[in-house]
Nanobody, 114 residues
Framework: QVQLAESGGGLVQPGGSLRLSCAAS?????IGWFRQAPGKEREGVSC????????YYADSVKGRFTISRDNAKNTVYLQMNSLKPEDTAVYYC??????????WGKGTLVTVSP
C-alpha cells in the first residue's frame, strides 16, 4: 500500500502562484495531479514518470504549470503560476505503481479569488 501526503493548497489572488507537493511512501512509476471543481468532473492536470522525463500537461495549464520530481524524496511538485479563478478546485495526487495499481491522495483545496 502506498501512502500519499499532499500539501501546498490555499487561497491566492489571480495571477499568483502556489506549489503543490505529493510525497509517496513507496516506489511509484508515475505521479500525476488531477483536479475537480465544484459541479464538474475530475480532470487530469499533469503527470510525470519517475524514471524518465515524460510529462503531460492539460491544454488549460500549459505554459503556466510545471511538474517536477525529486526521486530521492519520492516527491512530485506542481508549480502553478499565473493562476486564474478557473483553476479553483480540489487538487488530487494519484500514483501508479509498477504493478499498475492506482492510489489517490485526499486532495488539497486551491482557491483563486481576489
Amino acid at each position: 500500500q502506498v501512502q500519499l501526503a499532499e500539501s501546498g493548497g490555499g487561497l491566492v489572488q489571480p495571477g499568483g502562484s502556489l506549489r503543490l507537493s505529493c510525497a509517496a511512501s513507496g516506489f511509484t512509476s508515475a505521479i500525476g495531479w488531477f483536479r475537480q471543481a465544484p459541479g464538474k468532473e475530475r480532470e487530469g492536470v499533469s503527470c510525470i514518470g519517475m524514471s524518465d522525463d515524460v510529462t503531460y500537461y492539460a491544454d488549460s495549464v500549459k505554459g503556466r504549470f510545471t511538474i517536477s520530481r525529486d526521486n530521492a524524496k519520492n516527491t512530485v511538485y506542481l508549480q502553478m503560476n499565473s493562476l486564474k479563478p478557473e483553476d479553483t478546485a480540489v487538487y488530487y495526487c494519484r500514483v501508479v505503481t509498477a504493478a499498475g495499481v492506482y492510489y489517490w491522495g485526499k486532495g488539497t483545496l486551491v482557491t483563486v479569488s481576489p
